[in-house]
């Protein structure tokens, strides 16, 4: 059965417009540019505070450069609700030990599913340790993203730690075609590959077959 997560986020929207507080969001967040139109969507019905934990991301120039551009884009968004930001830690040897045996992999596979389960498995932690009343990701938003992978295994962490998960797929609505125009808005860095090593490489590779 095809699930509509924008439906499903459109009633839960629809019923916190109506209560007096805002629920509180914990926002994984894998970059500036892919956060940009989930800020601007979810920040008048949520606190919510991005939490950055990306173990994948090669090299540590790299991490560092997209992190400096997910801060400078929070300072920058005129938002009804103030928008918090937490650095998770930096443990590329966790990632590494969770691409084992599947380096060749080209994207879109069980590499990238293991990955969305590594960040999101984390962010549910935080979550839960935090006492936020929910947690979901930006990843959804790009196209070559599985969101209803993402939507999955965000359902199964909502039953393992009891936090409940924010159901979405935020390239619906226009949502990429907008990041890319708040992209220009801001002057934000646009990254040219995934982030991994691997998906480096391949992005290498096209080029220069391209070219």
């Not at 173990?55 to 450069?65: H, M, W």
């Not at 030990?97 to 932690?125: I, P, Q, S, T």
């Amino acid at each position: 059965m095809v699930i509509n997560y924008q439906k499903q986020l459109d009633i839960l929207l629809n019923e916190i417009e109506g209560s007096n507080t805002p629920p509180s969001l914990l926002l994984h967040s894998c970059c500036a540019p892919c956060s940009s139109y989930v800020l601007e969507y979810l920040s008048d019905y949520f606190l919510i505070t991005v939490y950055y934990f990306n173990p994948n991301i090669y090299p540590y120039e790299e991490y560092n450069k997209r992190m400096a551009e997910q801060k400078g884009l929070i300072q920058k968004l005129n938002t009804k609700n103030k928008i918090a930001f937490v650095e998770g830690d930096y443990k590329p040897d966790v990632f590494f030990e969770m691409a084992r045996g599947h380096e060749a992999e080209v994207e879109g596979g069980e590499r990238c599913f293991n990955c969305y389960k590594l960040r999101l498995n984390e962010a549910a932690v935080m979550a839960k340790k935090n006492g936020f009343d929910y947690f979901t990701t930006t990843l959804s938003i790009s196209p070559y993203k599985n969101a209803d992978k993402l939507n999955t295994i965000g359902r199964m962490l909502e039953d393992k730690y009891a936090v409940k998960y924010l159901y979405a797929d935020f390239k619906k609505k226009n949502g990429y075609k907008r990041s890319i125009e708040l992209s220009g808005i801001y002057n934000l860095y646009r990254q040219d590959y995934c982030g991994c090593v691997y998906s480096k490489a391949q992005a290498e590779k096209r080029k220069i077959e391209q070219e």
